[in-house]
Structure formats: structure tokens, C-alpha cells
């Protein structure tokens, strides 16, 4: 008797566990779903703009950024004491810079974009692309693989080319020319924080959720387009 109430106990574990399981695969589903409905209004514009400035570029991982970034809202603000930043690509202005003055004196593209249509998601898509561009040739001594330099480029964006420079002067050489299983076992400054976790896993988190998480929904949607 005793080892029949046992069977049943963890047979209705094994249960209780599948059904949760199942339940929390449909929710990332139904996740992905939603996102992918959101994106797919920008994701025509983004393959104009990478088509005319970046041919070549991964269209799905630039669309993982932007997901990373904002979600895909547009009118997506962070506003804290340290920094302010806006749209697709959280464009950041802070006490020590400002990156969106920074983008109009550095793109001719982006002459014209007044602060009061910051939020026009055009001019938004085309500084991804073009500062992506940029950091992607600045980054090219990550070339161990496409995909290394892709996250050098990624980890330029969010923590700054000079952050990424502090890594490969310290690392061995053996890292110096990838990202992963490279530099991103390498931190400048492992005591520092920012909002309460630690400066270098935030870091080594932006280009992992957008290589390995985010983007390869956009894949898909990038190769079915292409076949129409």
C-alpha cells in the first residue's frame, strides 16, 4: 500500500511538472508571437536601410538589437539620474555625452533630425544601421569568426569601443581576436556596478541575448521573405 501511494505521488509530480512545462513553453510562443507582430511593421524599413548602407550586414541580428533595445517601441524612453535614452537603439545622452548629437555631427544621413521627431522610427533604424556599420569595422580585429565580430561590435555599442579596447589590452593573445570564449572571460574592472549587478556580465549578457536568443526568430522570418 504503502509503495502504490509512493507511484502516485511522483506520478503526480511527473504531471504537475509537464503541465507547467507546457504551460510555459506556450507563454515563450505566445512571447515571440507577440514580438514578432510588433517588429514586422520596421522590419521592411530595416532591410531598405541595411540594403542601401550595409549590404551584407545580418539583417536578423540587427533586428535582435532592436528587440534587445526597446522591444520595438519606438517611443521607448529610460530615464534615470545617470542617463536618458530613446527609441529602437536607446540612444544615450548623459552628463559626459550625447550620443544623438554625436550621430547628426557624424552621419550626413542624420543632419536634419530635430530633437522634437526623435522618436521617428526612419531616422531611429538608420543610426542603428550606421553606427553598427561603423563599430563592425572598428571591431574587425575580432576576426576569429563572423560571429565574434558581430558580438565586438554588439558590446561596442552598449558598453562603448573604448570599454572593448580595455579588454583586448589585457587579455592574452590567444583572446585578442574573439569575443567568445575570448574576451568576454576578460574584466577591467570586476568590483563595479551598474544598477546592482556587476559592469562586465551586463556586458557579456547584450551580444549572447542577441546572437542566441533574439534574433534567430528573425532568421526565419528574413529567409521565408526572401522566398516570396
Known amino acids: 500500500m504503502f509503495r502504490i501511494l509512493i507511484k502516485a505521488i511522483i506520478l503526480f509530480l511527473i504531471y504537475f511538472f509537464l503541465i507547467n512545462l507546457f504551460s510555459f513553453l506556450e507563454d515563450v510562443h505566445s512571447a515571440k508571437s507577440k514580438i514578432l507582430e510588433r517588429a514586422k511593421p520596421y522590419l521592411p524599413s530595416l532591410c531598405q536601410l541595411v540594403d542601401k548602407y550595409w549590404k551584407g550586414a545580418r539583417k536578423d541580428y540587427l533586428a535582435g538589437q532592436v528587440e534587445q533595445e526597446s522591444l520595438w517601441n519606438p517611443y521607448a524612453e ?3 539620474k545617470r542617463e536618458y535614452g530613446f527609441g529602437f537603439g536607446q540612444i544615450t545622452i ?3 555625452f550625447n550620443k544623438f548629437e ?3 555631427r557624424r552621419y550626413k544621413e542624420l543632419r536634419n533630425w530635430a530633437w522634437e521627431n526623435r522618436f521617428d522610427p526612419k531616422y531611429q533604424l538608420t543610426f542603428l544601421v550606421l553606427e553598427d ?4 569595422k572598428l571591431t574587425r580585429f575580432c576576426n576569429y569568426s563572423e560571429r565574434d565580430n558581430y558580438a565586438c561590435m554588439f558590446v561596442s555599442y552598449n ?3 573604448g570599454n572593448l579596447l580595455k579588454r583586448k589590452t589585457i587579455a592574452p593573445k590567444k583572446y585578442k581576436n574573439r569575443w567568445f570564449d575570448g574576451l568576454e572571460l576578460i574584466c577591467p574592472y570586476p568590483k563595479v556596478k551598474l ?7 551586463l556586458q557579456n549578457r547584450y551580444p549572447y541575448l542577441i546572437i542566441f536568443i533574439r534574433s534567430p526568430k528573425y532568421k526565419k522570418w528574413f529567409e521565408e521573405r526572401s522566398q516570396m
Open 195 to 201: 544598477y546592482k549587478y556587476n559592469l562586465c556580465d
Open 78 to 80: 529610460l530615464k534615470t
Open 94 to 96: 548623459t552628463k559626459r
Open 102 to 104: 554625436e550621430a547628426k
Open 133 to 136: 556599420k561603423r563599430l563592425f
Open 159 to 161: 558598453a562603448g569601443f
